[in-house]
C-alpha cells in the first residue's frame, strides 16, 4: 500500500490548503459586506457613479467568493466523510494534478467535460473551450 500513501498525503496537504483558503475567502466576504454598508454622504455626481460601480464589482466579487467557499466547505465535509478525492459521478479518484489545480474539484476532468457538453456550458471554462473552438482563442477580455 506503498502507493497510496503519497496520495494520502497528499489529500492531507490540500485539507490544510481548503481551510487556509476557507478562511481568507471569510474574512474577504465580511469586509467586502461591511465596506458595501458604508454610505458616502458626498454629492459629487462622478464621485456616487465610481462608488456605485465599486459596490456593483465588490457586490460580484463577493457572489463569487461565496460560491467558492460554498464549494470549499462541501470539500472539506467530504474528507470527513473519507469521499474527498473521488468524482461525483463515476466515482472514480481525481488525479492529484488536478485536485492540486482545484483542491475543491468533485469531479475527474472527463466527468467535468461530459457535464459541461450536455449542460450547455457557463462559466469561463466552458466559454473559453468554445472560443477556441471557434478560432476565437486571441479574443480579448472586452469581447466577454
Same mark, same amino acid.
Given at each position: ?10 489529500? =492531507? ?11 481568507? &475567502?471569510?474574512? %474577504? ?14 454629492g459629487d455626481v462622478l464621485?456616487? %457613479?465610481?462608488?456605485?460601480? =465599486?459596490?456593483?464589482?465588490? /457586490? ?6 461565496s460560491r467558492e467557499l460554498? =464549494? @470549499?466547505?462541501?470539500? &472539506? ?16 479518484p481525481i488525479p492529484l494534478?488536478?485536485?492540486? %489545480? ?6 475527474? @476532468?472527463?466527468?467535468?467535460?461530459? /457535464?459541461?457538453?450536455? /449542460? ?25
Amino acid at each position: 500500500m506503498g502507493s497510496s500513501m503519497p496520495r494520502k498525503e497528499a489529500l =492531507q496537504k490540500l485539507r490544510q490548503v481548503l481551510m487556509r483558503r476557507r478562511d481568507a &475567502l471569510r474574512r %474577504a466576504l465580511a469586509g467586502d459586506l461591511s465596506s458595501l454598508r458604508e454610505l458616502r454622504d458626498q454629492g459629487d455626481v462622478l464621485d456616487v %457613479a465610481l462608488d456605485t460601480a =465599486q459596490d456593483e464589482l465588490n /457586490s460580484q466579487l463577493a457572489e463569487v467568493e461565496s460560491r467558492e467557499l460554498e =464549494q @470549499i466547505e462541501e470539500a &472539506l465535509g467530504k474528507m470527513k466523510l473519507g469521499t474527498y478525492g473521488k468524482c461525483d459521478p463515476c466515482g472514480k479518484p481525481i488525479p492529484l494534478a488536478r485536485l492540486e %489545480a482545484l483542491p475543491y474539484a468533485s469531479e475527474c @476532468i472527463e466527468c467535468r467535460r461530459r /457535464s459541461e457538453g450536455t /449542460s450547455g456550458g457557463g462559466g469561463w471554462s466552458s466559454w473559453s473551450g468554445k472560443a477556441m473552438d471557434a478560432g476565437l482563442s486571441d479574443v480579448g477580455m472586452d469581447a466577454v
